[in-house]
């Protein structure tokens, strides 16, 4: 189970981000232990790289140690496709010094005896992604049986202790399972963190939102935000990004992505992207993010910008303290 729990811990996690903060290190930082997948979603394009030209990274911690980051997302590709995924996950969470790990996972490989070793290397938390509240999740992922694992799995790790939170894409074909989807996870005792949709992984318009679909989903915006008043710690984003998706949605320009310096992507072969979806920059041994320009970007806007980008205002801390979170909520990332 994490080890970090209680007043004490948040302490530390308070002024451990006072303290990343006042040596700009990044804040969060995506392992990438591969690009392989074993679902084939037609909105990502990562399962479609099978054939790495990467030599696998072994050691995460120096990386983790290279940029002392506030907190590290373990991600893929789908992680469990690498064998020594728990060793990696174990290793970054032992490395003295106070971080929030946590993973992202699909959940197909969370068999009983998986998650409770996952449980046991004392992460943080487990992001299962969800998209669908029933078998329409296994049509999604193309992996026939994922919900009923999903269902079985979620509920049994939170039960011995764990930290699970879904997230969840906002597109669409699933609007009208958005806000079913936080209720869900509140009969489940999880938290959910939605990200809207992007086309700029598999180049995939299909669930972009048709015009005459905009007011649809600022009806869901809305339900969430509802929500997330009435279950604080169930819905986990920060409302700053449900009050810009409107905005960007509907056409306004919303830079200032941070990809790069707040947040970076390390690659299985050890280079840094931006982001998931910008190409790699140089090696991480190389790279210096005070360096470096900021990214001019403003093609998407998943949480995993949105979220990092919620200016910390002093209402953002009251809904920080309100969901139990530490900002930027650790698992909003792509
Ligand atoms: C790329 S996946 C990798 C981790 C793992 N295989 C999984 O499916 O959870 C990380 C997260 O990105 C989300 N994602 C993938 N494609 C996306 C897209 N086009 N727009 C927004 N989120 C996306 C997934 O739903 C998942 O939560």
Redesign the pocket.
């Known amino acids: 189970m994490s080890k970090h729990t209680g007043i004490f811990n948040k302490v530390r996690a308070v002024s451990a981000l006072v303290s990343n903060r006042a040596k700009d290190d990044p804040l969060n930082i995506t392992l990438e232990l591969t690009r392989r ?1 074993n ?1 084939r ?1 037609d ?2 394009n ?1 399962w479609q790289e099978q054939k790495q030209t990467e030599q696998d990274l072994s050691d995460y911690v120096a990386v983790v140690r290279r940029f002392r980051p506030f907190s590290v997302t373990v ?5 469990f496709m690498r064998k020594d995924a728990l060793e990696i996950i174990r290793a970054v969470v032992d490395e003295p010094g106070w971080r929030y790990v946590s993973i ?3 959940g197909w490989f969370l068999t009983e005896d998986r998650a409770q070793k996952l449980i046991d290397t004392g992460i943080d938390q487990i ?3 969800l ?1 669908f509240p029933d078998d329409r999740q296994d049509t999604d992922r193309k992996l026939p049986g994922l919900f009923k694992r999903i269902s079985h799995i979620v509920p049994w790790m939170i039960a011995r202790g764990a930290t699970v939170q879904l ?1 969840s ?1 906002i597109m669409n074909d699933n609007l009208e399972d958005v806000v079913p989807i936080a209720h869900l996870a509140h009969k489940w005792g999880a938290s959910v963190m939605y ?8 180049d ?1 318009h299909g669930h972009l939102f048709p015009p005459d679909r905009q007011a649809k989903l600022f009806e869901v915006i809305d339900g969430l935000s509802a929500l997330k008043r009435q279950l604080p710690a169930v819905v986990a984003n920060a409302q700053w990004y449900f009050d810009m998706i409107p905005t960007y949605v509907s056409g306004t320009v919303i830079d200032g992505c941070t990809a790069g310096k707040k947040t970076l992507h390390i690659s299985p072969g050890g280079m840094v992207r931006p982001c ?1 979806e910008l190409p790699p920059v140089a090696h991480y041994t190389e790279y210096d993010h005070r360096a470096i320009a900021p990214v001019t970007c403003t093609r998407c806007f ?1 949480a995993c910008r949105g979220e990092v980008q919620a200016p910390l205002t002093i209402s953002r801390m009251v809904e920080c303290l309100r969901t139990g979170s530490t900002p930027p909520r650790a698992g909003a990332t ?1």
Do not use: D
């Not at 990200?195 to 598999?202: D, G, H, K, N, V």
């Open positions: 997948c679902a979603c909105y990502c990562h991600c893929g590709g789908e992680p992202i996972t699909n992001n299962v992604s998209n997230n894409i990200t809207l949709y992007s086309e700029l992984p598999a995939n998931a998943q792509v």
